[in-house]
């Protein structure tokens, strides 16, 4: 019996569409303490069944994970069938004549994925603008770029300043996890982390591929 099945057997048994439990309820039904990560890391929380915790847990059972709140140490399982997630990344590509609105729709869908949150286009009264990417309860913000370089070899010094500035609207917005996904080009956020990443201390940066691979591209 693998680690995590007892919450599968649970959320089988109970059979709800929608069910909320806390973190504490989660331990008293798997009869052990949950690791620190899932207390501090929302991505433990991710649809990912290369992750143990997900793959014999929630997963097994056609659940995916929704909502987590890792401030009210909560979570909510919604009812889905027996989902086909192979990674935080998605199951589709994107083609050669892909378009910043096309990538900006793959990387909703991977970045839902790997932070276990529906995430749609969003703004608050008081925030700069309205941004790509926000969960339902605000704690997760982010913005999509799909970024060559100048004749494919030339850093893009306008493209460089539109990084920046969207670094600075992040900091300013009140969120627990705030993050910028790029696409097309690896090397313009690289460039940009080399030139200026010793100033960004809270927002992550992501690179998304045409395949769909997700990969961190710095410890914000």
């Known amino acids: 019996m693998g ?4 919450l599968g057997n649970f959320l089988k048994k109970e059979g709800h569409e929608v069910l909320e439990l806390t973190f504490s309820e989660i331990e008293d039904i798997l009869g052990f303490p949950l690791p620190k990560s899932a207390y501090v890391h929302r991505p433990w929380w991710a649809n990912d069944e290369n ?3 997900a793959r014999d847990g929630w997963l097994s059972a056609g659940y995916t994970s929704q909502a987590v709140d890792i401030i009210s140490q909560k979570t909510r399982f919604k009812r889905v069938g027996i989902p086909v997630i192979k990674s935080p990344n998605i199951d589709k590509s994107l083609g050669k004549d892909t378009s910043p609105a096309d990538f900006e729709r793959f990387a909703q869908l991977s970045m839902s994925k790997y932070y276990g949150v529906d995430l749609s286009p969003g703004k608050k ?6 941004f790509d990417m926000v969960s339902p309860d605000d704690t997760v913000v982010g913005d999509a770029k799909y970024l060559s370089m100048v ?3 030339y850093l893009p010094p306008a493209k460089l ?6 670094v600075w609207m992040l900091e300013k917005i009140e969120a627990p996890i705030r993050f910028l996904v790029f696409g097309n080009d690896r090397r313009v956020p690289e460039e940009w ?13 992501f690179f998304l591929s ?4 997700l990969r961190k591209l710095n410890e914000g």
Request: hydrophobic share 30%; no cysteine.
């Open 151 to 153: 004749r494919g070899q």
């Open 210 to 213: 045409n395949d769909g691979v």
């Open 51 to 53: 992750h143990v915790q």
């Open 193 to 205: 982390l080399k030139r200026y990443g010793h100033l960004n201390t809270s927002v992550e940066f």
């Open 161 to 166: 300043s539109v990084i920046a500035e969207h």
């Open 3 to 6: 680690k995590y099945e007892g």
């Open 125 to 130: 009264e008081e925030w700069p603008k309205l």
